[in-house]
């Protein structure tokens, strides 16, 4: 485990029941997401796999949605504290502790991948191997939808997140990380911050062919 991801891990398991608190809506007040969200979850059933995984789950809210929504869903956080938040949350649902770029999941076994603001806090360098991890468990025809907070600069702008350092991203910059991980982008939104934080919210869903 890198230094910033024991140093993330760390902070999510100090924050884990005010982080919960914070989410417990599921997304009713941001409808930009629960929409993107809703289309992915309608696009994975469409392929016939029901598979997907709800990478850096936190404290399960979008794994549970995912439930709803007709997928076989699980969850996979970095947090201990997460996962055992998660699991008395949604005792019926799988949850584990793992890292982004070491999916305990078979490879081309999946239909969908939802990286919920997940990716934030990678340093750059690091963020093509956690797409190719993706991608190695996505079957063909997967889908990826990943949600991150978007720059309108040329280059990734380090910030301090309210619990642990993150980036921001360039969409087209990141749209190009996802085009040499192997997955074609075809459909973008973005849209004005739900926060006093001043980025625009990003969503890109893109497909494993």
Not at 6 to 11: M, P, Q, S
Not at 132 to 154: D, H, K, N
Not at 169 to 187: I, S
Request: net charge negative.
């Amino acid at each position: 485990m890198t230094e910033h991801q024991g140093e993330t891990r760390a902070a999510y398991d100090g924050v884990v029941e005010l982080y919960a608190s914070m989410f417990a809506d599921r997304l009713e007040s941001r409808p930009f997401a629960r929409s993107m969200i809703g289309t992915f979850a309608e696009l994975v059933r469409g392929t016939g796999n029901l598979r997907a995984v709800d990478v850096g789950c936190g404290p399960g809210h979008l794994t549970a949605m995912l439930h709803d929504l007709g997928l076989d869903a699980f969850g996979l956080d970095l947090s201990p504290g997460m996962v055992d938040h998660a699991r008395q949350a949604h005792p019926a649902l799988r949850f584990d502790e793992a890292r982004m770029e070491a999916l305990p999941v078979e490879d081309d076994s999946l239909g969908g991948v939802l990286a919920h603001y997940s990716m934030i806090h990678t340093p750059p360098g690091e963020l093509p191997a956690l797409l190719a991890e993706q991608v190695r468990v996505l079957a063909p025809g997967g889908l990826l939808l990943v949600s991150f907070f978007a720059t309108e600069g040329p280059e990734p702008v380090r910030f301090d997140h309210k619990v642990t350092p993150a980036y921001s991203w360039p969409v087209d910059r990141f749209a190009e990380l996802l085009a040499g991980a192997g997955l074609v982008t075809f459909a973008r939104l973005l849209h004005d911050p739900a926060s006093e934080r001043g980025f625009l919210d990003a969503h890109l869903l893109a497909r494993f062919d």
